[in-house]
């Protein structure tokens, strides 16, 4: 088996191909600063132009099976990829599994379930979702020329700010268990040990809070040292796209899945143990 591996500049989604023990593994990136196999002569910024470097390099490879990093304009680039070549695209996939010598995205799914989802057309394709790096030692890459697309074009070079959120050591998210009477407690909170704080999609769903500070599966991923969770039942959608070190959860239903994932569990309700967690939190983050 040939896979072609479009890795970002974390490498973010190589780790998994580990388990394709006697795969060859190829790997291409749009950015001519990270170390791949085949590389963009120069650095690609648009979707379309990263559709006509991975038909470059799919020429040159004839893989059977290609794995896109999770950033924005590679799997953009990829959607062009899948619908001008009539190709399946397993997106969000969480894990690659091997059954029956098939390739599998193991895709999260509603009510803490995963779906096991698998491609039929050739080559397969799928968006791997993964926080865990891996380098890569290519002596001599290869760069490869592509035609340039007009219809789309780089505005400004400036970068956005990070979400402060990816940066925090300590986060606070917020649940629907949270009345939105008590956000301003909440904050103050947060604002007292340093926290950043963050939500659920629910959440931003009705308006409470803007899509920036949604936490998970469609919003972002944060790993930080503390994750405090107040009113969140842990439902898959919103815990992958956390990874912390520590996760302390505070809930009604002694039954919350997040207390599965927790180092502390305190089955109370926020407001009463609010004040008491301020201060040891305090303490803790010195």
């Known amino acids: 088996m040939k896979v072609l591996v479009v890795i970002d500049k974390n490498k973010s989604n190589l780790k998994e191909t580990e388990k394709l023990y006697n795969a060859?593994?190829?790997?291409?990136?749009?950015?001519?600063?990270?170390?791949?196999?085949?590389?963009a002569n120069e650095t690609i910024t648009n979707p379309l132009d990263g559709?006509?470097?991975?038909s470059n390099v799919y020429n040159y490879t004839h893989p059977d099976a290609i794995f896109f990093a999770d950033s924005i304009l590679i799997k953009e680039a990829a959607s062009y990829f899948a619908g001008k070549n009539g190709l399946g695209l397993i997106a969000h996939s969480k894990e690659l599994k091997i059954k029956d010598n098939m390739l599998i995205g193991y895709v999260p799914g509603g009510s803490n379930v995963f779906a096991e989802?698998?491609?039929?057309?050739?080559p397969v394709l799928l968006i791997l979702r993964s926080n865990e790096s891996k380098n890569v030692s290519s002596i001599k890459p290869r760069y490869v020329t592509f035609v340039k697309n007009n219809s789309m074009h780089l505005e400004s070079e400036e970068k956005t700010r990070e979400n402060p959120l990816k940066l925090a050591r300590i986060v606070v998210g917020i649940g629907r268990g949270v009345k939105p009477s008590l956000f301003p407690y909440v904050k103050d909170f947060a604002k007292d040990i340093g926290a950043e704080i963050g939500c659920t999609r629910p959440l931003v769903d009705i308006g409470l809070f803007p899509e920036e500070k949604m936490i998970g599966e469609t919003g972002i991923s944060i790993s930080p040292q503390i994750y405090i969770a107040l009113?969140?039942?842990g439902a898959l959608q919103h815990i992958v796209g956390v990874n912390a070190k520590y996760i302390i959860s505070v809930n009604t239903d002694p039954y919350a899945p997040i207390f599965a994932k927790s180092a502390v569990s305190i089955?109370?309700?926020v407001e009463t143990v609010l004040k008491e967690l301020k201060g040891c939190l305090r303490n803790f983050s010195r």
């Open 267 to 269: 089955n109370q309700p």
């Open 231 to 233: 009113g969140i039942s």
């Open 24 to 39: 060859e593994i190829i790997t291409a990136s749009f950015d001519r600063e990270t170390n791949a196999d085949f590389v």
């Open 117 to 122: 989802v698998v491609s039929t057309s050739h």
């Open 51 to 54: 559709y006509n470097f991975l």
